[in-house]
């Protein structure tokens, strides 16, 4: 059983475009996050959501637009897609909102590719 | 802001060597957790510390945290090339409303 999962896997589109990363965990966890990934592998919090509302919404463009259509779903929309979007996005889970300790439980990544 | 640097940035070794690998901080941190990426996959948690100075073992795997909650180590013993990944530092406070602060990774190849 897949915990976190996030489609699609792979991304490769133009410049200008608008696309869509969708996320999805049956882990029955209140909190979801976005991280953008660069290619030296910095880790970075875009957004968080708890109980599907906005928690954390780091410095990110307004071409991004996070949403939650209930618990288990965090989608990421993005608009005009730009060449320095190109990273991996994750997706993660954790059972509550911060917290000492709380584990992230991480999808495999989606790897956008903007030409 | 709190911050946490990982060093080395990179490690090449032999399987069968010894490494240590170094998570430090200016700020004190309420947990630590140690995460390991799988070329192609998301992190996966290894270990979470909470207490100043305790040191938690993983099979081959050693992590202590520091007696000020300020830094973290994970040392491997007889590296396998199973071990090749990179190895990511995490650290939340109250500071941070425990927002996890992430380092930017140890990127660890070991060679057969």
């Known amino acids: 059983d897949t915990a976190v999962s996030q489609t699609p896997k792979y991304l490769v589109t133009q410049m200008g475009n608008d696309k869509s990363i969708k996320c999805e965990q049956n882990l029955g966890h209140d909190t979801m996050y976005w991280y953008k990934q660069d290619s030296k592998k910095f880790l970075k919090i875009m957004f968080s959501?708890?109980?599907?509302?906005?928690?954390i919404n780091e410095t990110v463009p307004n071409r991004f637009s996070p949403k939650s259509p209930d618990k288990a779903h965090l989608n990421l929309h993005i608009n005009s897609l730009e060449l320095g979007d190109s990273a991996v996005y994750f997706c993660?889970?954790?059972?509550?909102?911060?917290?000492?300790?709380?584990?992230?439980?991480f999808g495999p990544g989606t790897r956008l590719l903007v030409l | 802001t709190q911050l946490l640097e990982q060093s080395p940035q990179f490690l090449s070794i032999q399987e069968g060597e010894n490494l240590t690998v170094y998570c430090n901080s200016s700020?004190?941190?309420?947990?630590l957790q140690w995460y390991r990426q799988e070329p192609g996959e998301g992190p996966v948690l290894l270990v979470t510390?909470?207490?100043g100075g305790e040191v938690k073992k993983l099979k081959r795997l050693t992590f202590q945290f520091g007696d000020a909650r300020k830094d973290s180590s994970l040392h491997i013993t007889a590296a396998q090339p199973g071990d090749t990944g990179l190895y990511l530092c995490a650290g939340a406070s109250a500071v941070s409303n425990y927002q996890l602060i992430w380092g930017a990774g140890t990127k660890l190849i070991i060679k057969p």
């Open positions: 510390v909470v207490t």
């Open positions: 959501y708890n109980n599907k509302e906005l928690i």
């Open positions: 993660a889970s954790s059972q509550d909102l911060g917290g000492e300790g709380e584990t992230q439980y």
């Open positions: 700020s004190v941190f309420s947990s």
